[in-house]
């Protein structure tokens, strides 16, 4: 090593460029440990945005429920609506008129099922929201 610092000044800038290709190779390879560390730290960070807007914005709790509660209202009424028609067509002389209505309706209800989905992850999964929002953001683009 003295050959080395002779030629770079110091044993110590020697050990200082060791050091750094060292540290370098490091941060060249993830490791799963890494891996969950991070998703880990990630997770956390997210709960606690989450806790830290809900206490925040307390004030729009009645707000908000009542959009949820007016979401999911209507989503099930025509999700019951559609089921209803559907099982009438069954017992109907002329079924096409009463499956064509089901049909529209469904296609409304595939508009509305990612609100819906994230209404009921805020209110019922909300730690759990990282998973259920990509899913709601793919119904909501139209990616099944």
Same mark, same amino acid.
């Given at each position: ?14 050990? +200082? ?5 060292? !540290?370098?190779? #490091?941060? $060249?390879?993830?490791?799963? %440990?890494?891996?969950?560390?991070? /998703? ?45 028609? +559907? ?5 109907? !002389?002329?079924? #096409?008129? $009463?499956?064509?209505?089901? %049909?529209?309706?469904?296609?409304? /209800? ?35």
């Amino acid at each position: 090593m003295s050959f080395w610092g002779n030629i770079f000044g110091t044993s110590e800038a020697t050990n +200082s460029m060791v050091n750094a290709a060292v !540290d370098g190779l #490091d941060k $060249l390879i993830y490791t799963d %440990e890494e891996k969950a560390d991070d /998703i880990s730290k990630r997770n956390q960070a997210m709960q606690s945005f989450l806790i830290g807007w809900m206490e925040t914005t307390k004030g729009q709790n009645i707000a908000r429920r009542l959009l949820a509660l007016i979401m999911t209202s209507v989503w099930l009424l025509q999700f019951l609506g559609s089921q209803i028609l +559907s099982i009438a067509a069954i017992w109907s !002389d002329n079924p #096409d008129r $009463l499956l064509k209505s089901a %049909e529209v309706i469904n296609g409304n /209800i595939e508009q509305m099922t990612g609100a819906v989905m994230l209404i009921l992850a805020f209110y019922f999964a909300a730690p759990h929201m990282g998973s259920i929002v990509q899913s709601a953001i793919g119904k909501f683009g139209g990616v099944k």
